[in-house]
């Protein structure tokens, strides 16, 4: 008789091949799904005694699981995850469940959860962050969808997460496509602490004159600060890096040119359609955006350089101060991924439980970091908190740092160096703290030219004026 296997996994790249052996380590009989046969012996040849079987013939595969079935997709995100939904839903019985791992966009899973739910079929989108490492020792895992067939898979996800403190970096992430939108807040923020990390490295390069062996020492000293952090700690590691081919520096011989796969412009279209404000988000994608125009600013550069306009300047305690300036943004960033969620969660009905996001990223993904621990607890002792920033564990920090990222950002005007996500992080901290802004002024301008109406600060109701002045 043939075995039977407790779970399915369509999908056998790198991913998809380390979660099975993550799963099989942890107690549980899998078996693997791809069309390549190369991916399904490669599957096979590692598995040793692991419980793991793997097939390129999609009916064998099917008749190995257990019912109802429960099938795990590590494909690209996209059409491809569509194509495989059809290929499937021909073998699928009732109360089967497919749970699709890859970063979806979240609308596509609220379809996919609705045109499943016609034919009896379960669908709950995933995150999982912590690339190839994370499949294979533990990611950061955020499912979402009908809390009832969560539960069906709720040990096995919980064994195959890494852990902090004993405490699984996984959880329910809330209903409908919850899981894919917070995998894609993650992804917001981890593009907006790379840019912030970037704009650092090219201010101690440019101004600090550092070397990449200095640059290694700077990062990891900051890593061993408050500040620790998975992607600070591979920064300081990059910069040891030789490259195999011309012995120099690797970092030194990588293109300029940020590419990106979507899921950070996602999240600032979903935040502009929320109404929500994510600057430094935004600045970071954008930034991307302006690094992929090569070319073009290559041909700028002695044009708009010509009267050198990058003067020298000099910042003594440059390090300090950048340390303290990517305190700041770090907050300011993680409030802003915080209050998004937030508003998303409402809008949505997702029910997402802000401390259990900001508990499971304190391992195994990307934006893991010391200060997840102090995030956790701020939505531990308050659900509703609006904003990070305005809670007394975050507050004194930000009224210090502000005075370095001042001195920071008024040194990098001055030598002409960009930082976007540094000046957007501290204009959302100043705008955030100001009690009024100048927008009233907007609002005359609005109904100036278009009779937009506006409210007044002295009674409700909507109001609007005949303008006295005409513009001939
Ligand atoms: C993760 C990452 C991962 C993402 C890469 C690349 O959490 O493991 O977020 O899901 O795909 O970081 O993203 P970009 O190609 O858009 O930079």
Known sequence: MESIYQFGMVGLGTMGRNLVYNMADNGFSVSGYDRDQKQVDHLNEEAGKKNIKGFSNLQEFINSLALPRTILLLVPAGKIVDAVIDTLK????????????????????????????GEGIHFMGMGISGGETGAREGASIMPGGDEITFKRVDKLLAAVSAKVNGDPCMAYMGRG????????????????LMQLISETYHLLKNIGGLSNGEL??????????????????ITAA????????????????????????GTGAWTSQDAMALELPIPSIDAAVAQREMTSLKEERVAAQPILQKNGNRIEVENPGLISLLQHSFHFCMITTYAQGMALLKKAS?????????????????????????????????????????????????????LDTQHQIRSIITTAVQ???????MMASLAYFDSYRSGWLPANLIQAQRDFFGAHTYERTDKPGIFHTEWNFKIK
């Open 90 to 117: 021909p073998f699928m019985g009732k109360d089967d469940l497919i749970i699709d791992c890859g970063n979806s966009h979240f609308t596509d899973t609220n379809r996919r959860i609705e045109l499943l739910d």
């Open 216 to 233: 290694h020492e700077v990062f990891k000293s900051y890593n061993n600060s408050p500040l620790q952090s998975y992607l600070l700690e």
């Open 415 to 421: 030598a002409g160096i960009p930082v976007p996500a």
């Open 346 to 398: 409402a809008t949505y009905n997702y029910g997402t439980d802000l401390g259990k996001v900001a508990s499971i990223w304190r391992g195994g993904c990307i934006i893991r970091s010391n200060m997840l621990e102090d995030i956790t607890k701020v939505f531990q002792k308050n659900e509703n908190c609006n904003n990070l920033m305005t809670d007394e564990i975050f507050y004194p920090t930000l």
């Open 177 to 192: 496509s919850a899981g894919h939108y917070v995998k894609m807040v993650h992804n917001g923020i981890e593009y907006a």
């Open 238 to 261: 990059i910069f040891t890096q030789k490259d195999d081919v011309t012995g120099n520096d690797l970092v030194d011989m990588i293109l300029d040119r940020a590419r990106q796969k």
